[in-house]
């Protein structure tokens, strides 16, 4: 007001880009010849530098999904968000040894087949999806794993006919679980269903078989014995695959599964509403698939969303200044878990990680423990492409999917082979 000097500004409405014709499309259009690894010949390719309107995306809904809470839609596939997918199989490292320094053919894999391969790796698969899910065991000297073979316990000593001594040996027995996450919502004691399975066969003397032990479990959850853990409902725009039927929670699933003791003074209608648990990953156990092509099969993917945590994370500068507001929480490096329905002993079990923005250091920090741990428990965790066949009828192909030809001589074959 001081001034004399008046500054008027004008905002002008932002004029619309010219049609581009089909001509100057092509111009845009750069196309080069690449030769692949290992073979002679060369193949066409072709890349279209394409404009992106930055001026039109929405901004401020971006903003406040990344600060306030992880969004779905972000990790679609045609987000292009930051994906990196995963196998886990049995760790064969000693057979391969075995097989190079020897050379004596390599059908030394089948050795791993024993009676007890099945067992062995359906512990080994409980352990580390505890791992993912950031959880611990409440131990006790007295307590032990259930996943032991029957034959490792003779006496039976509790009956279905009563169930409340039957229910309270199984709270003497178990492990509790707890999580590690502080921000998490789970029931004060919590066991697995498969471990329940595995203690009813051992100690109960009419189950004497999986069917039989699985049944009376699912009789305990219509009595409103036990409740299997119902996570928070997925949102509407998550994975088609991810579970969010009231029905499925009300039967009983043997795997890596949590249930928990219901509370007599709270009615079933009331129980969901008070606590609404937090989401991890759950899966079932040797579930056979009916069918690839079933909208049911145990080989889908499911996802749940999952908190990056970085070994050693800053949250003030220098000066002593806060990164971030304080209503802001101070781990915002978000992502998604993707992971299959169901595990089976004798196929891979595939994970998946997608972040649209996180630190990737924090993200390989959390991968490398989640091998390192893999390694712990007889599994080997290795990378894999998003798409790992080739299309060599496909000219949109990206170049370095094409096949490689190996060529070799039939008659140095070993008979032996």
């Not at 006919?161 to 679980?177: A, F, I, K």
Request: hydrophobic content about 35%.
């Amino acid at each position: 007001m001081g001034s004399e000097k008046i500054t008027v500004t004008e905002f002008s409405p932002r004029v619309d880009e010219p049609y581009e014709t089909p001509e100057v499309a092509k111009r845009r259009e750069y196309v080069y010849m690449f030769q692949i690894p290992d073979n002679l010949e060369y193949t066409l390719c072709s890349v279209r530098f394409q404009k992106y309107d930055l001026l039109n995306l929405n901004w401020y809904l971006l903003d406040a999904e990344l600060q306030n809470h992880y969004a779905p839609r972000l990790f679609q596939d045609d987000m292009r968000c930051f994906a990196s997918r995963f196998l886990l199989t049995p760790l064969c490292a000693s057979i391969t040894k075995a097989i190079i320094t020897e050379r004596n053919g390599g059908d030394k894999y089948m050795a791993i087949f024993d009676p007890s391969f099945s067992r062995r790796q359906e512990e080994g698969f409980l352990k580390f999806i505890e791992v993912l899910n950031r959880f611990r065991r409440k131990t006790s000297p007295k307590h032990k794993r259930l996943m032991a073979s029957t034959s490792d316990v003779e006496n039976h000593i509790y009956s279905v006919e009563n169930v409340d001594d039957l229910l309270n040996g199984w709270r003497e027995s178990y492990l509790p679980l707890y999580s590690q996450d502080p921000t998490s919502r789970f029931p004060s004691c919590m066991f697995l269903a498969v471990e329940f399975v595995a203690w009813l066969m051992t100690n109960v003397s009419e189950l004497t078989s999986r069917q039989a032990a699985v049944e009376f479990a699912g009789s305990l959850i219509s009595d409103g014995k036990i409740r299997m853990l119902q996570p928070i409902e997925a949102l509407v725009d998550d994975l088609e695959s991810s579970i969010s039927t009231e029905g499925y929670w009300q039967e009983f699933h043997c795997g890596f599964f949590l249930c928990y003791f219901a509370n007599k003074y709270v009615s079933d209608d009331k129980i969901e509403e008070k606590e609404p648990w937090s989401r991890i990953i759950q899966c079932e156990i040797d579930k056979k698939c009916s069918g690839l092509t079933s909208a049911d099969c145990a080989y889908r993917l499911n996802s749940v969303e999952m908190k990056f945590y970085a070994q050693l994370q800053k949250t003030t500068d220098t000066g002593g200044h806060e990164y971030l507001p304080p209503n802001v929480p101070q781990f915002m490096e978000k992502g998604k878990i993707f992971y299959e329905k169901t595990f089976c002993a004798t196929k891979s079990f595939e994970i998946g990680v997608r972040w649209f923005m996180a630190n990737s250091q924090t993200v390989a920090e959390t991968v490398r423990h989640w091998c390192s741990k893999a390694a712990n428990l007889s599994f080997h965790m290795f990378p894999v492409p998003e798409d790992p066949f080739p299309h060599p009828l496909n000219p949109f192909a990206p170049p370095l999917q094409c096949p490689v030809v190996i060529p070799f001589k039939p008659d140095r074959i070993q008979p032996h082979y």
